[in-house]
C-alpha cells in the first residue's frame, strides 16, 4: 500500500515498484495563478519535467516524477511573462524535496545533529546530507515559546578553522533556538541585551564569550559547561598524578642513595693458612735445603778432604 497525501488537481498516472517506488504525476488544473500578480492565466508555453524525492513507503525510497507546465501571463504589465505552476501543498519552488521529508530531515537535525542525523536517515531510507540537514535546521523557523532562562553558548564551523559562527540552545528545553553569524563579543552581546530573562550563562572558556556575557547580561551567572568540566577535571588529575608519580621517584632514589652511603666499602683481607699448607710449605723448604747439601756438600766434609 502506498501512502500519498491527497493533492488537488494532481493525477497519477503509473506506479513502477522495484528497489525503489517511482510515481509519475500529471496536473489537471486549468487555470494557474500568477506568482507575481495572481492573474489566473489558461494559455500554455511549454511543459517539462520535475523530480522530487518523499518519504519512504513500505520501507523503500519514494520517488516523484512531476510532469508540469508554463503559463504565459496575460497581465501586459507584469513583470513576469512566463511562469510555472506551483504546487504548495506538496513542495517549495526549486526544492528537490517534497515538505515532509524536509520537515523530518529537520526534526533529525535539531535532535540528533547533521552527520548522526544523515546516518540515522540514511538506515531508515530517508535521503539527505549532512550539509542538507544543517541547511533545513538554519531555514527552519521554531515555534514560539517562553523566554529562555537557561542557555548554553557554544561556536560552531561554517569553514574549520576559518569561520565560526555561535550555537544558542535553551538548555530547560533541550533544543537550539538561535543560530548567530559569528562569535564575536558585540555579536553575542546584542543578542544577549534582546533576551533579559536569561539568568543561567552555560558557555566554554572562551574570553569573547565571557566578555559578552558580562556585557550584555551582567545579571546571568556563568558556569562551565558538562564537556569542558569534565575535560578540566581530567587535566588537572593528569597534572596532579605526575607530579606525584614524579616526587615517589626522587624519594625512592634518595631512599637508594642513603642506603649505598651506609654500607662498609669493600677491602682485602688475609686468610691465615691452614695446618695441611704450612705443613706443605714447610715439607717443600726442608727438600729445598737437602738438595743443597747434596750438591755442594757439607762443610764439614769439605774441610776434612782438605
Known sequence: MIIFPDLPNVQVEGVEV??????????????????????????????????????????????????????????????????????PDLCHPHAQRTKRLQQALCELGLI??????????????????????????????????????????????????????????????????????DRSVETVCAWLKKHPSITVVSRDGSSEYASAIQKGAPQARQVSDR??????????????????????????????????EQQPSPQRQSHPRTRGSETSATRSSSGANSSLRADYGTPTARDEKH
Open 18 to 87: 522495484a528497489e525503489e517506488i517511482t510515481l509519475t504525476l500529471r496536473t489537471t488544473s486549468p487555470t494557474t495563478p500568477c506568482p507575481s500578480c495572481g492573474t489566473a492565466s489558461s494559455r500554455i508555453q511549454s511543459r517539462y519535467t520535475r523530480t522530487l524525492r518523499d518519504l519512504p513507503s513500505v520501507g523503500r525510497p519514494l520517488r516523484l516524477i512531476m510532469h508540469l507546465r508554463r503559463f504565459c501571463c496575460k497581465k501586459s504589465t507584469c513583470a513576469q511573462k512566463i511562469f510555472v505552476e506551483r504546487l
Open 112 to 181: 540528533i545533529g547533521g552527520q548522526a542525523g544523515a546516518d540515522v536517515g540514511s538506515e531508515l531510507g530517508i535521503s539527505g546530507s549532512r550539509d542538507t540537514i544543517l541547511r533545513l535546521v538554519r531555514q527552519s523557523h521554531p515555534s514560539a515559546h517562553s523566554e529562555p532562562h537557561v542557555i548554553g553558548l557554544d561556536d560552531w564551523a561554517r569553514k574549520r578553522r576559518l569561520r565560526y559562527g555561535t550555537l544558542i540552545c535553551d538548555l530547560e528545553l533541550g533544543l537550539p533556538i538561535d543560530l548567530l553569524p
Open 227 to 260: 564537556w569542558h568540566l569534565v575535560k578540566n577535571l581530567a587535566a588537572c588529575v593528569s597534572v596532579q598524578l605526575t607530579q606525584s608519580l614524579t616526587q615517589l621517584r626522587r624519594a625512592e632514589q634518595a631512599e637508594a642513595n642513603t642506603f649505598d
